[in-house]
Antibody
Framework: QVQLQESGPGLVKPSQTLSLTCTVS??????????WGWIRQPAGEALEWIGR???????KYNPSLKSRVSISIDTSKNQFSLSLTSVTAADAAVYYC????????????WGQGILVTVSS | EIVMTQSPATLSVSPGDRATLSCRAS??????LAWYQQRPGQAPRLLIY???TRATGIPDRFSGSGSGTEFTLTISSLQSEDFAVYYC????????FGQGTKLEI
């Protein structure tokens, strides 16, 4: 059974770049059958889809974040990563990585989440 | 962008009751509709996809129905572990979640 685990700094300063990594175990990130994505959830709020990457490296992002987001994949490490630039307090949230079947973007496996605080 | 609206925001029920949660899309999402359960401090868990298909390991007391713009998640006999927040999500056009329904005792 595939497992996902987020890692990265839990504290980021305003205007800096948030960088997180998701490590996939129990399955290969190079499978043709899945997308790999990021979702976030501010405290007490709903879930927001950030974007996804495919094994080929192709990406698609939430239009509301597109100018600040980059998602990349490292098949040699079975990892994919999120970069969000110019963060503000509004970017503070629990960030989840997840897997979605290709062509059907429901999320069938999730990481446990990582809390990111934005503060100087 | 398709907007997903869930109702009610909070549903107060008792163990053993039947719970019915609603989700409405601002335009048709065909059958591209999923439901998730999120317990406090945990990641969401996929319950239902394609409107009515239960995910692996999900008990049959959870069922989904609907089409187009109106969808329902029914929990037939509530267990203590079912008290959580439930989200619907469309995946016809990008990926958008509803605001959630909190199921409370």
């Amino acid at each position: 059974q595939v497992q996902l685990q987020e890692s990265g700094p839990g504290l980021v300063k305003p205007s800096q770049t948030l960088s997180l990594t998701c490590t996939v175990s129990g399955g290969s990130i190079t499978t043709a059958n899945y997308y790999w994505g990021w979702i976030r959830q501010p405290a007490g709020e709903a879930l927001e889809w950030i974007g996804r990457v495919y094994t080929s490296g192709t990406t698609k992002y939430n239009p509301s974040l597109k100018s600040r987001v980059s998602i990349s994949i490292d098949t040699s490490k079975n990892q994919f990563s999120l970069s969000l630039t110019s963060v503000t307090a509004a970017d503070a949230a629990v960030y989840y990585c997840a897997r979605a079947p290709k062509f059907n973007l429901y999320l069938d496996s999730w990481g446990q989440g990582i809390l990111v605080t934005v503060s100087s | 962008e398709i907007v997903m609206t869930q109702s009610p925001a909070t549903l107060s029920v008792s163990p053993g009751d039947r719970a019915t949660l609603s989700c409405r899309a601002s335009q048709s999402v065909n059958s591209y509709l999923a439901w998730y359960q999120q317990r406090p401090g945990q990641a969401p868990r996929l319950l239902i996809y394609d409107v009515s298909t239960r995910a692996t390991g999900i008990p049959d007391r959870f069922s989904g129905s609907g089409s187009g713009t109106e969808f329902t998640l029914t929990i037939s006999s509530l267990q203590s572990e079912d008290f959580a927040v439930y989200y619907c999500q469309q995946y016809k056009n990008w990926l958008v979640f509803g605001q959630g329904t909190k199921l409370e005792i």
